[in-house]
């Protein structure tokens, strides 16, 4: 019974969220064609049976009847062009949220686990991957990545305690070798050590104190 209701809950949770954001496939439910009419020629989007690149915006079904809408956006002469959303459980709830400019992912971009909680936000440009990018677990940064064209040039890896307290912050390159200072604390929160790594290479350590905060060396 517990666990039917915490389902029930979240499902009202993420449908309120999804409401009270104004999903596209709402702002556009009288203003947008049904995908199913539109045809692809030479990488373009088209209407049936019209040769002008189709400028608009669009919803997509599961079915024929439209009852479960999987995602909304908008084309410009044919291509992918402004706001994006693909969704859980016909419109429940957010699987992402991204935009497009011009036929290439262009913008902030939000991804959401089924559950309707945050997992991974970042920026697209010209449709590469570029700055940070942070993912999450159940609101919790989880990892964090420095991106330069879709490669990966640096990375931090955060591990919790049951409490909820952070446990280790870890630095690595872009080939995922142990880089840069890496932290570890103890279950209240205190600094446990700072250590330094170089390409994977234990190089020094910089610090460690005890459960109370007294430097050891």
Not at 25 to 35: P, Q
Not at 169 to 184: P, Q, V, W
Not at 193 to 207: D, F, P
């Amino acid at each position: 019974m517990k666990y039917i209701l915490k389902s029930i809950f979240l499902l009202s949770f993420v449908s309120l969220n999804i409401v009270a954001d104004e999903a596209l496939f709402m702002k556009y439910a009288d203003k947008s064609i049904n995908s199913a009419t539109l045809v692809e020629r030479q990488g373009l989007k088209y209407q049936v049976n019209t040769n002008t690149p189709f400028s608009g915006r669009f919803i997509t079904y599961e079915d024929e009847f439209g009852f479960c809408v999987l995602e909304a956006g908008s084309y410009k002469r044919g291509l992918l062009h402004g706001p994006f959303e693909e969704y859980y459980g016909c419109g429940v709830a957010y699987s992402f949220r991204t935009a497009y400019k011009n036929g290439f992912e262009h913008g902030e971009y939000k991804e959401y686990g089924e559950e309707g909680y945050l997992t991974m936000t970042g920026n697209m440009r010209d449709g590469l991957m570029q700055g940070e990018w942070i993912g999450y677990e159940y609101g919790r940064i989880s990892w964090t990545e420095s991106i330069k064209d879709d490669e990966v040039i640096s990375a931090i890896e955060y591990s919790y305690y049951d409490n909820g307290q952070i446990s280790m912050k870890e630095a690595f390159n872009g080939n995922d070798e142990l880089h840069g200072i890496c932290e570890a604390y103890h279950q209240n929160g205190q600094l446990k050590s700072k250590v330094e790594y170089k390409n994977g290479t234990l190089i020094n350590t910089i610090e460690e104190y005890d459960f109370n905060g007294n430097l050891i060396n």
